[in-house]
Nanobody
Framework: VQLQAFGGGSVQAGDSLKLSCVVS????????MGWFRQAPGKEREFVAV????????YVRDFGKDRFAISRDNAKNTVYLQMNSLKSEDTAVYFC?????????????????WGRGTQVTVSS
């Protein structure tokens, strides 16, 4: 299974970005999918998670009302829509796949990871 995240970039505070994660090697519907991020000098942290069929999502408090996770299993793709971006959202964003369970929020739960895409927000 391979994951490739893209869609990051350098934006101004208040702007929006939509990240995409394309899964290959196996159908994405087999996995609970999550987004994580890692800022310089900090540990990787959970951002959002979505169930296999997309019916349940959970976004961490700092992203509520700003971030939304979704998936299109027909396209083997998971998305993270980020609105009203803040400078503290600056990080490398990673998508990850969990083949054993759904809606888990810890880094250790995910066995497959993409390389990450850089998001830089300037204030």
């Amino acid at each position: 299974v391979q994951l490739q995240a893209f869609g990051g970039g350098s934006v101004q505070a208040g702007d929006s970005l939509k990240l995409s994660c394309v899964v290959s090697g196996r159908t994405v519907s087999s996995y609970g999918m999550g987004w994580f991020r890692q800022a310089p000098g900090k540990e990787r942290e959970f951002v959002a998670v979505i169930s296999r069929n997309g019916g349940t999502t959970y976004v961490r408090d700092f992203g509520k009302d700003r971030f939304a996770i979704s998936r299109d299993n027909a396209k083997n793709t998971v998305y993270l829509q980020m609105n009203s971006l803040k400078s503290e959202d600056t990080a490398v964003y990673f998508c990850a796949a969990d083949g054993d369970a759904e809606l888990r929020t810890t880094v250790m739960a995910y066995e497959y990871w993409g390389r990450g895409t850089q998001v830089t927000v300037s204030s």
